[in-house]
């Protein structure tokens, strides 16, 4: 089964850092597209960033573009988003997805498997 671990959320101020990791299980981060997405509150979900094999290729939302970097660790088997310069409109539930092959766009529906996510709050 594949399994996805979310964790590195939590309180930041504004103007702060925080580093957000997806842990997988049953698969490889190296041959796949993973992503990150986030939900506020009565808002629809919405892809942040996503990774696919190595690094050769990744996408950034223009919301977060220059703030916000993913980065995977191959040996580790796991995606990294390094959220920086963070708003109060960064603050909402974080989501790591994966699917298999070659990402297809930011949309979640393109995306197969999903963590439990992990709450970042920015005050």
């Known amino acids: 089964d594949v399994q996805l671990v979310e964790s590195g959320g939590g309180s930041a101020q504004a103007g702060g850092s925080l580093r957000l990791s997806c842990a997988a299980s049953g698969y490889a981060v190296s041959t796949g597209c993973i992503g990150w997405f986030r939900q506020a509150p009565g808002k629809e979900r919405e892809g942040v960033a996503r990774v696919y094999s190595g690094g050769d290729y990744t996408g950034v939302a223009d919301s977060v573009k220059g703030r916000f970097t993913i980065s995977q660790d191959n040996a580790k088997n796991t995606v990294y988003l390094q959220m920086n310069s963070l708003k109060p409109e960064d603050t909402a539930m974080y989501y790591c997805?994966?699917?298999?092959?070659?990402?297809?766009?930011?949309?979640?529906?393109?995306?197969?498997?999903w963590g439990q996510g992990t709450q970042v709050t920015v005050s």
């Open positions: 997805a994966a699917r298999w092959g070659l990402c297809r766009g930011d949309s979640p529906s393109a995306f197969t498997f």
